[in-house]
């Protein structure tokens, strides 16, 4: 839910509902700042507390009541008020090196938003605390490796530590730290049964590689452009023959982009094209329609009361569950990531083409006058060890398995080495775009072709052609491929 109030910075207000993966990157990368949550959310949050600590007062209630995995049969006495404590401690043992900023507070977002949701029992104190914490610039140091997808034990551990002033915090520049607040033994599981941090980790990667697919059609239209391919594959009459949602959405793209119209003419003397520009709409997009059904997925998650136990208000019962257990988010992100790789392979199709002389009529890697010039060959080669990093993490998280906790839980989806993975994707397709960027321009330059002036792709062109470097002369490229990365953001909103 947005507030769009008189204030400069845009502010976003968690009602446990409306939460967007949109929502936790801005959040995340602090160009938005939390309100105050949503009264009705907040009241009803206070209620599920409030019944929460009468049922684990008068009956067994897992993790409150009792202990946690296999210690789910030893009874915790009401008097042992130490309880919650020593389960967050025991459980704030992640491990590795900090997570940046940005994953820490796309946790805080999502922990707060799921809270208001209704269905943990927590103290609404905690919910305040971790606004304050996302609004003042605050993040709790979190270590890398905790979870296995099924919940984020250990992140939100020390998450919890910190809240209660036994765990260090971080802070952006004037930032302030939050107030410790006191937590008791009902506060403990309910802050911890979450995949928070694997979701916020999930919002940030889809929301980058969105923009990171939006920026690869028209770096793939200057390179067609650059070698006079034909526009025919992207017909509408083709699309509607197939109808698959991102592949007509790809294709339509392609044609505003370049100006065609719906029924292009083919071009003269060239029948069909390699993959690499023919496949663009077939390949681009399994890749759009699996960012979708992500997105739907994430919506889901991170408005959702998924803690264990459910306290159910209306009910006034605790229910005791798997929903926990992210297998929908591992599944979409494994599909995700493979849909993404397609097209980084397809970009490392279209860079070979630029550098053969068939298709661009120039000399072979784009080279200078000077006697076996190797213009842009290199690229290749750097293009191809990105490739290969972004295959290594590709691979299907969903395939792991773990046995834990003295064989109780004997299955874990791993979601959240799936949401790493993603991330890591989004630097690996930045810089093999970025590569057929620099050859693309350089192609187009050495021709002396440009698109027509109106069109989006000559915005994308002039834009490119503007920052990188005219000079033709073997060099290194290395300072070229960082600066088309940084202009991939910007091609993304044509």
């Known amino acids: 839910m947005l507030d769009n109030g008189p204030r400069t910075a845009r502010r976003i207000t968690l009602d446990g509902t409306g939460l967007h993966t949109a929502g936790i990157a801005a959040l995340a990368e602090r160009t938005a700042h939390p309100t105050a949550p949503d009264p009705k959310a907040f009241a009803r949050a206070e209620e599920s507390w409030e019944t929460a600590r009468r049922l684990a007062a008068t009956g067994r209630v897992y993790g409150r009541s009792t202990g946690v995995g296999a210690n789910r049969t030893e009874d915790v006495g009401a008097a042992d008020a130490e309880h919650g404590l020593r389960l967050l401690r025991s459980h704030a043992g992640a491990i590795g090196d900090p997570l940046p900023a940005r994953e820490v507070r796309a946790m805080l977002a999502v922990r707060a938003n799921q809270l208001l949701a209704g269905g943990a029992g927590l103290n609404p104190a905690v919910i305040t605390s971790l606004l304050d914490a996302l609004d003042a610039g605050a993040h709790p140091v979190v270590n890398e490796h905790g979870a296995v997808g099924t919940g984020d034990l250990a992140a939100l551990a020390q998450t919890g530590l910190a809240l209660a002033g036994e ?37 940030l990667a889809l929301d980058e590689l969105r923009r990171l697919l939006a920026a690869s059609l028209p770096v793939a239209a200057l390179s067609l452009l650059a070698v006079g391919g034909s526009y025919e594959p992207f017909a509408e009459p083709v699309m509607l023959a197939r109808p698959h ?3 007509a959405a790809a294709a339509a793209r392609l044609r505003t982009l370049s100006g065609v119209p719906p029924r292009p003419a083919p071009p003269l003397g060239r029948i069909q094209d390699p993959y690499g520009f023919r496949c663009i709409p077939q390949i681009h997009g399994p890749a759009l329609d699996a ?11 991170v408005n959702a009361a998924a803690e264990n136990p459910l306290i159910s208000i209306e009910d006034q019962a605790a229910y005791h569950h798997g929903n926990f257990y992210a297998a929908h988010a591992v599944l979409a992100l494994d599909t995700f990531r493979l849909a993404v790789l397609q097209t980084a392979r ?23 006058a000077a006697p076996a010039s190797s213009g842009v060959m290199i690229l290749e080669y750097a293009a191809g060890a990105a490739l290969g990093e972004m295959r290594a993490v590709s691979h299907p998280a969903s395939l792991g398995h ?3 906790s003295r064989g109780v839980e004997e299955q874990a989806s791993f979601a959240s080495l799936g949401a790493r993975q993603t991330l890591r994707s989004c630097t690996y397709y930045r810089q093999i775009l970025a ?31 503007d920052a990188l470097d005219p000079r033709m002369e073997d060099r290194p490229l290395t300072d070229d491929v960082a600066v088309a990365s940084g202009l991939l953001d910007g091609l993304a909103e044509l």
């Open 167 to 203: 765990h260090p915090w971080r802070c952006a520049a004037g930032g302030r730290v939050p107030a410790p607040i006191a937590l008791d033994n009902n506060d403990a599981l309910a802050l911890i049964s979450s995949n928070a941090l694997t979701l916020g980790q999930s919002a």
């Open 346 to 368: 397809l970009s490392t199709a279209r860079l070979a083409a630029l550098s053969e002389p068939d298709f661009t009529r120039l000399r072979p890697f784009l080279g200078d």
């Open 435 to 465: 590569c057929e960027l620099v050859a693309a321009i350089r192609a187009l330059r050495m021709r002396s072709l440009e698109p027509d002036p109106g069109l989006p792709l000559a915005t994308a062109y002039a834009l490119a052609a």
């Open 291 to 301: 960012a979708d059904t992500l997105d739907e997925v994430l919506t889901v998650e």
């Open 245 to 247: 949602p991102g592949s």
């Open 402 to 404: 773990a046995v834990l």
